[in-house]
């Protein structure tokens, strides 16, 4: 269990330095990476090309983990995030990472959960629902 949290906490580790050096020891050469708003990578080339591209696009200043919980051959982490991108347009959001590991201790399924963390009642004026207007975040 500590390995595979040590494992996690560098992953996230490597984002907050910008440097990817490491992820072969990580991954599984045939991992499969689902970011809570869509996209999906497969294989750790295709892992590491997208690392190192978005980070020519943004910064990410905070991705702490709150919480382990282990079962099997997979691990979930809880954590809260921050980014910044080139543009200044700015993140933060609470969310949730499930990993599957191979029997050699590397990550080949890892899927993110987002949550917004701009949250409200939407029946604090009464029994009808008043939900805010505009669109929802992609999580």
Same mark, same amino acid.
């Given at each position: 269990? $500590? ?5 996690l @906490?560098?992953? %996230?580790e490597?984002?907050?330095?910008? &440097?990817d050096? #490491?992820? !072969?020891?990580? /991954? ?7 970011? &809570? *708003?869509?996209? !999906?990578? +497969? #294989?750790? !080339?295709?892992?590491?090309?997208? %690392? +190192?591209? *978005? ?6 200043l ?6 382990f919980?282990?079962?099997? =051959? ?5 954590w809260? /995030?921050?980014?910044?991108? #080139? =543009?200044?347009?700015? $993140?933060? %959001? ?5 990993? +599957?590991?191979?029997?050699?201790g590397?990550?080949? /399924?890892l899927?993110?959960f987002?949550?917004?963390?701009? +949250?409200?009642?939407?029946?604090? @004026? #009464?029994?009808?629902?008043? /939900? ?8």
């Amino acid at each position: 269990m $500590e390995e595979r949290e040590q494992k996690l @906490r560098t992953w %996230f580790e490597m984002w907050l330095r910008q &440097s990817d050096e #490491g992820a !072969e020891a990580l /991954f599984d050469r045939d991992a499969v990476y689902i970011e &809570s *708003w869509g996209p !999906e990578y +497969r #294989g750790l !080339e295709k892992i590491r090309h997208w %690392f +190192r591209e *978005w980070n020519t696009r943004g910064v990410v200043l905070r991705w702490d983990i709150r919480q382990f919980f282990h079962k099997g =051959n997979q691990t979930v982490a809880e954590w809260v /995030f921050e980014n910044r991108m #080139g =543009n200044g347009k700015a $993140e933060a %959001f609470e969310g949730m990472t499930l990993v +599957r590991w191979t029997a050699e201790g590397k990550i080949c /399924f890892l899927q993110e959960f987002g949550c917004n963390q701009d +949250r409200y009642d939407p029946y604090e @004026r #009464g029994p009808e629902p008043q /939900f805010r207007d505009g669109q929802a975040l992609w999580f």
